[in-house]
């Protein structure tokens, strides 16, 4: 019995101790991370070696937290088909790239999700011409979608479950299925309706197009690591959190460097590092939450710029509003 209480303790010890991926992006002086090929709000190059996009601004934040610098990062474009085989071999050290969590992911692929950037639904694009007005309607029409995603059965289950026929037209990448759908090959666009926004804001005639008012599955899109590195994982979740945390509590890139000296509110204190020292179970230094929020942003910062009223999309926050704010978006506790 003292032997496996012995071997119990040295387990934990070492499932709790040093994390390798944080280890390797420290000595490599970089953040590798996999995300989208281009879906604007989320993930976006613009062909000058740029990147733009709610995810892409997580990343950067895990790089502030981690390197002390949001620009000590390089992305890698990955299509859905690819993006879970890279997080696995090591080849990204995390996934930020619209990505749905659900039980067989999280389960069964060694992935652990650490929260959720934006909750969301799939939904359907029609041409206006059509003169389609619900789901419903679409009764034997032809639907694209993109392969190795949660669209496929969604769709399935939803039309099963309304005795409707469908024929489906999947391909392995963003801009086939959307060239697809742009040049009549299928009468319908299923995807996250964040992103049939983002796609139709990019189409020469947006006005053309209808994206229809039914929601058809819930889609809680967030970041991804490899299982068993749990520092790792603690350290991409917490830095969502603290994004959330800077929001609810009024401290932003606007206002964090006047704050970190000014502030009498214990709770900003601990979340800027002045007072004790949760940084240390991260294994990161007491400023941590401060850079991101001066280089990257809180959670308003970086869902206005990228998909709200700062961008072209002007998505509602909606149900991605803080809790206090009739939303899901919710920190856990910073203390």
Request: proline share 3%; charged share 25%.
């Amino acid at each position: 019995m003292k032997i496996c209480m012995v071997s119990l303790f040295l387990f934990a010890g070492i499932a709790h101790g040093a994390s390798l991926t944080l280890d390797k992006v420290r000595k490599r002086g970089q953040l590798i991370c996999g995300v989208a090929e281009g879906l604007p709000g989320f993930g976006q190059p613009d062909g000058k070696g740029g990147w733009s996009g709610i995810d892409i601004d997580l990343c950067r934040a895990v790089a502030a937290a981690t390197l002390g610098d949001a620009k000590k990062i390089k992305f890698v474009a990955l299509n859905a088909k690819e993006r879970f085989t890279a997080l696995q071999s090591g080849a990204v050290d995390i996934l930020s790239r619209n990505t749905t969590w659900t039980l067989q992911r999280d389960a069964s692929l060694s992935l652990d999700f650490t929260g959720v950037t934006y909750y969301d639904g799939q939904g359907f694009m029609v041409k206006k011409k059509l003169k389609i007005k619900s789901v419903k309607q679409l009764n034997g029409a032809t639907i694209c979608v993109n392969t190795g995603t949660t669209t496929e059965l969604n769709l399935a289950d939803y039309f099963r479950a309304n005795n409707l026929k469908f024929k489906m037209i999947a391909y392995e990448k963003n801009d086939e299925v959307v060239g697809a759908y742009v040049a009549g090959r299928c009468d319908a666009f299923s995807t996250d309706q964040s992103g049939l926004y983002a796609y139709k804001s990019a189409f020469k005639d947006p006005e053309e197009h209808v994206i229809l008012p039914e929601i058809i599955s819930k889609e809680p899109l967030g970041p991804a690591v490899r299982h068993g590195d749990n520092t790792w994982g603690d350290i991409v979740r917490w830095t969502l959190y603290a994004m959330l945390e800077a929001e609810e509590l009024g401290v932003n890139s606007g206002n964090v460097n006047s704050l970190k000296t000014s502030t009498t509110n214990p709770s900003v204190k601990r979340l800027l590092g002045i007072e004790g020292d949760l940084h240390k179970g991260l294994e990161l230094d007491k400023d941590w939450v401060f850079r991101i929020i001066a280089q990257v942003g809180n959670y308003e910062d970086i869902f206005e710029n990228n998909l709200g009223s700062k961008s072209p999309l002007k998505i509602a926050r909606g149900q991605n509003a803080l809790w206090s704010k009739g939303g899901l978006q919710y920190a856990m506790p910073i203390r």
